[in-house]
């Protein structure tokens, strides 16, 4: 094969027949038409290619966010296992203050208290729900009292308190409601 002879592929169309010395270039329409094929799939690879690279940008984006979900909540079990041991301390905490005991308050209060604030500093907040309105999304109701027409529809007494983790409700709080 000689340095001016180029292979073609056979998709081309080559026109053996063309007036053009040579015979190895194509005729106007058959180039035409040759170039208008690759520059549509041309068009398709890019198109491919566009959302090859939109895709991954979401999974990556999609990843660190569960990435991030993931640190924020891994704790989750462990704290949510000890919601019961301050749940007894709120109740004894209660029992306290209505108690004449001569015990030493203060120092049962600063367990207390400890606990809590090492409790929030890993990102759980207790959820306020007495006097206000009854949300399906946040309070499970236990009963129905009869109340005054301003309390109606709201929580009137807390059971057992609800509360987040990271601003993701980690337990529902168990509530009475007025009718």
């Known amino acids: ?11 081309m169309n080559i026109n053996a027949d063309a007036d053009v010395p040579g015979n190895t270039h194509l005729s106007n329409e058959g180039a035409e038409d040759v170039v208008e094929k690759m520059q549509v799939e041309l068009d398709e690879q890019k198109d491919k290619y566009l959302r ?4 991954f940008d979401n999974y990556k984006r999609r990843n660190a966010r569960e990435r991030i979900e993931l640190i924020q909540t891994a704790g989750k079990d ?17 029992q306290l203050q209505d108690a004449d005991a001569t015990v030493d308050v203060a120092g049962i209060r600063l367990i207390i208290n400890k606990l809590r604030n090492r409790l929030q500093a890993r990102g759980l907040k ?13 309070h499970e109701a236990i009963t129905e009292v009869p109340a005054e027409a301003d309390m ?16 993701k409700i980690i337990r529902f709080a168990k ?4 009718k």
């Open 1 to 11: 094969m000689s340095e001016k002879e180029t292979i073609i592929p056979e998709e």
């Open 52 to 55: 090859l690279v939109a895709e």
């Open 126 to 138: 207790p959820m306020e729900s007495i006097n206000a309105d009854f949300d399906a999304e946040l």
């Open 175 to 178: 509530v009475v409601v007025g």
């Open 152 to 167: 109606k529809g709201k929580v009137i007494d807390e059971v057992e308190k609800g509360y987040y983790l990271n601003d």
């Open 78 to 94: 462990v704290i949510t296992s000890l919601l019961e041991v301050v749940d007894d301390c709120d109740r004894a905490e209660k």
